[in-house]
């Protein structure tokens, strides 16, 4: 399987359908876009590899909460025009805040343009794409946890009185 198959499954193994919430997920992407403007500003390439990864599966989990095909998206992604840098994490910005105001009133449609639009632009960002993606898909493929209100918390991070319920 390739890590765009990975990924999917990862979401799917954790019961994303049942677990995850859109609006949390959006707040997620936007956490790990903050990671990826942070490893830019400090010229961190390591953060901001594993930032680019991290931002395609928080997209990947969205794409699948919408009920969008995740590889159509992908694919349309590569026909966006290439930016300069600082314009291109803006643009990244604009459709992540885009994609969280009209989730609740806008088309599918229009979310779905959001994701395209975003990965486009993260393949525009001048790393190898697949590398950043499969990077991210290393640093998860195992990890476990548990979605609480929507949002998944790893393992180390549940609280205690949580985790030992759950042994």
């Known amino acids: ?42 010229k961190n390439e390591k953060v901001t590899k594993d930032s680019i990864g991290d931002c395609a599966v928080v997209i990947v989990g969205l794409a699948l909460l919408i009920e969008e095909d995740v590889n159509q998206i992908f694919e349309e992604s590569d026909g966006l025009r290439k930016k300069e840098i600082t314009e291109t994490l803006i643009s990244i910005n604009a459709n992540i805040s885009e994609f969280q105001l009209s989730q609740g009133f806008a088309s599918k449609e229009m979310c779905r343009h959001n994701l395209v639009r975003c990965i ?22 195992d990890r476990n946890g548990r979605w609480i209100d929507g949002s998944f918390v790893k393992w180390e991070d549940l609280p205690d009185e949580l985790r030992a319920k759950i042994k």
């Open 1 to 42: 399987m390739n890590t765009l198959e990975n990924v999917k499954q990862w979401f799917i193994d954790r019961d994303l359908e049942n677990g995850g919430r859109l609006d949390k997920q959006s707040l997620k992407l936007s956490e790990e876009f903050g990671e990826l403007c942070a490893g830019y500003l400090k």
């Open 120 to 141: 486009g632009y993260l393949k525009n960002l001048g790393y190898d794409f697949d590398e950043c993606f499969e990077i991210a898909y290393q640093e998860i493929k």
